[in-house]
Structure formats: structure tokens, C-alpha cells
T-cell receptor, first 114, second 112 residues
Framework: ETGVTQSPTHLIKTRGQQVTLRCSSQ?????VSWYQQALGQGPQFIFQ???????GRGNFPPRFSGLQFPNYSSELNVNALELDDSALYLC?????????????FGPGTRLTVL | GENVEQHPSTLSVQEGDSAVIKCTYS??????FPWYKQELGKRPQLIID?????GEKKDQRIAVTLNKTAKHFSLHITETQPEDSAVYFC???????????FGPGTRLSVLP
């Protein structure tokens, strides 16, 4: 069984640029959630994708967008980067969408915005 | 929406002592409560979870209790070891599984 993987590991961008982060879900999981974790804080829910559709969204502006592909992998896109977007971005996969289920986290992508 | 509070923010215990971390939630529709351990620079790892139809769950040195009426749940670690040192996060999720709301975390230090 393959765990959740994310790429890249680290990324440095400048303010105003755009970034795409990638996540491969654990084998057999059809739901991917994305979180932003600022230093010293708990993860904040961005959105969830289930069967290629957005299935819930947290309090993040529209410049945060995502996709899920038929193989259940997912992308997080952030446009017009701001300094406050610097954080660890975590994705988590779960076996079933639409129900309260265990989420398994990837190692994260650390984004630095200069 | 859901709001999860967690206390204490930092906790230091001597090796072998017990540690207790408490969380409260606001949304009565929440019915799944996992606990994650996050070591420095690593991903959050699930250590134990509990659903709203259960009052207590135990796994070796770790236990979780849930009081639905009071909307709080607690993590208990007995016989603490230095490798238990990490940041612990509680979370609450509603029946539709769309939104994990995490607490702010507790930094546990186990002193040898």
C-alpha cells in the first residue's frame, strides 16, 4: 500500500506569482483534502475533493483553487501569491468521501513567498 | 461553523508521568474526533480517534474520552516516554466529512 505523497518538497516564489502543488492519494482512497499550516499553528482546511468535484471549502479566497484527477490525485493552485501564503501545505487522503473518515497526511510542501 | 479549542498550549512532564490534553468543540453535529501527533518537520500522524457513539477508547498507553453533552474530549498518555515529545492536535469533523477543524495544538515535552 502506497502512502500519500506530495511534490515538490520545498518551493520559493515571489509575491504575485502563481504556484501549483501536487498530491497523490493513498492507494484505494478517493478523497483528498488540502490544508494550510502556518508556523506554530494547526492545519487550516482549504478544500476537499471527492470524485473529481469540490466537496467542501474552508475560509480561503478564490485565488486558492484545486483539481482532482480520475486517478484521485490532486492539485492545489494559488494565484497572486501574498507573503502570508508562506506555510506548509498538507494534503490528506481518506477512503470515502461524504462521511466522517480518517484522513492520512502527506509530508507537505513548504512554500516560501518572498 | 465549528470551533475547536485546545488546552494547554504547552505541557512538560517527567518521564513516566501521565499527560492530559483537553479539547472543546462547538458544533453538536461533529461526530468524529481524531488526535494527531506531529514531530518537528514531519507530517501529522493519527494516534487515536473516537466516534460520537463511544465514550472512551484505549490503545496501549493512549486513551481518549468523549463527553458529548459537554462537547469536550481529552487525550490521556500514561507512562510517558521522551519519544512522546511532539505537538499534538485534536480535531473535530461533522457527519459529512467535509471539514476537519483542528485545535491550535499542544507542545508536549517529556523530560528524562
Amino acid at each position: 500500500e502506497t502512502g500519500v505523497t506530495q511534490s515538490p518538497t520545498h518551493l520559493i516564489k515571489t509575491r504575485g506569482q502563481q504556484v501549483t502543488l501536487r498530491c497523490s492519494s493513498q492507494s484505494g482512497h478517493n478523497t483528498v483534502s488540502w490544508y494550510q499550516q502556518a508556523l506554530g499553528q494547526g492545519p487550516q482546511f482549504i478544500f476537499q475533493y471527492y470524485r473529481e468535484e469540490e466537496n467542501g471549502r474552508g475560509n480561503f479566497p478564490p485565488r486558492f483553487s484545486g483539481l482532482q484527477f480520475p486517478n484521485y490525485s490532486s492539485e492545489l493552485n494559488v494565484n497572486a501569491l501574498e507573503l502570508d501564503d508562506s506555510a506548509l501545505y498538507l494534503c490528506a487522503s481518506s477512503p470515502r468521501g461524504g462521511v466522517a473518515d480518517t484522513q492520512y497526511f502527506g509530508p507537505g510542501t513548504r512554500l516560501t513567498v518572498l | 461553523g465549528e470551533n475547536v479549542e485546545q488546552h494547554p498550549s504547552t505541557l512538560s512532564v517527567q518521564e513516566g508521568d501521565s499527560a492530559v490534553i483537553k479539547c472543546t468543540y462547538s458544533d453538536s453535529a461533529s461526530n468524529y474526533f481524531p488526535w494527531y501527533k506531529q514531530e518537528l518537520g514531519k507530517r501529522p500522524q493519527l494516534i487515536i480517534d473516537i466516534r460520537s457513539n463511544v465514550g472512551e477508547k484505549k490503545d496501549q498507553r493512549i486513551a481518549v474520552t468523549l463527553n458529548k453533552t459537554a462537547k469536550h474530549f481529552s487525550l490521556h498518555i500514561t507512562e510517558t516516554q521522551p519519544e512522546d515529545s511532539a505537538v499534538y492536535f485534536c480535531a473535530a469533523i461533522n457527519n459529512y466529512g467535509q471539514n476537519f477543524v483542528f485545535g491550535p495544538g499542544t507542545r508536549l515535552s517529556v523530560l528524562p
